[in-house]
């Protein structure tokens, strides 16, 4: 697929996306989310890819919706909006949020300026974010009327708190690099020259001493089960897994390396690897 508003650039086990529209602040558009759903279902489906960064070209990451068509630019009775075209039908869970979700690769956010609206919102079922010094985030929703899009009420609670999260939504102001940090939705806040640096260091620790397929098991156990009354449901998954992993072939590497002091070269692979019992969760849930 030729992208029209990405770039797709693969560096050793390290793929960056970046938002290319560099004009309109990287504005989304139902083009861009369509674009960016095929990214991320090929990184899940190619083994040499361990890590995902998506990053925004220029000055911005994503100024949120494209609203230059005017006020109409939600109203899908008329025509293409921002989040469909015509004939493209939307429905609960499909493009790139549940790519992102169900992509067996771990995601990076390095966040270079602006994230607004589903700018903010299309990071958070990202695994980590990083931001540039001078970057702001806003989930300004109810500021156009709307409310927050893209599953982010049920992801940005489990990441800041509801307390936060209520702050940030119900007022929809900008917020700062520095409380984006305070509160948690990012990890770290670098000078804006070494934003795609660091997040290629975090890509390349994760992608040069871990098992891919353990990786791609532990985000969804991680997620899903974070936020579970109990740990009983895990545990009914995490020991059979375990058992069986433990007789298989990158367990085997991953000790011997250790004691070998020497970096491992885990065999598995999420194409064709992951255990029997993955996924545990019913068909019917993404």
Known sequence: MAYETLIYET???VLTVTLNRPEKLNAYTAVMGLELAD??????????????IVTGAGRGFCAGADISGGPAAFDTTAGSTA????????EPGSG???AIWQCR???IAALNGPAVGVGVTLTLPMDIRIAAEGARAGFIFTRRGLVPEAGSAWFLPRLVGLPQALRWCLAGRMVTAEEALSAGLVSEV???GSLLARAREIALEIAE????VAVALTRQLLWRFSAAPDPFGLLAVDAP???ELGRGPDVREGVAAFLEKRAPSFPGRVSSDMPSDYPWWPDDVP
């Open 11 to 13: 560096e050793g086990p």
């Open 241 to 243: 897994m375990n058992i």
């Open 39 to 52: 990214a991320f279902r090929r990184a899940d489906a190619d083994d040499a890819v361990r890590a995902v």
């Open 105 to 107: 690769k771990p995601s």
């Open 190 to 192: 670098v000078a804006p």
């Open 96 to 98: 790139f949020l549940q």
């Open 83 to 90: 989040f469909a075209a015509p004939g493209q039908a939307r």
């Open 209 to 212: 001493n871990t098992a891919p």
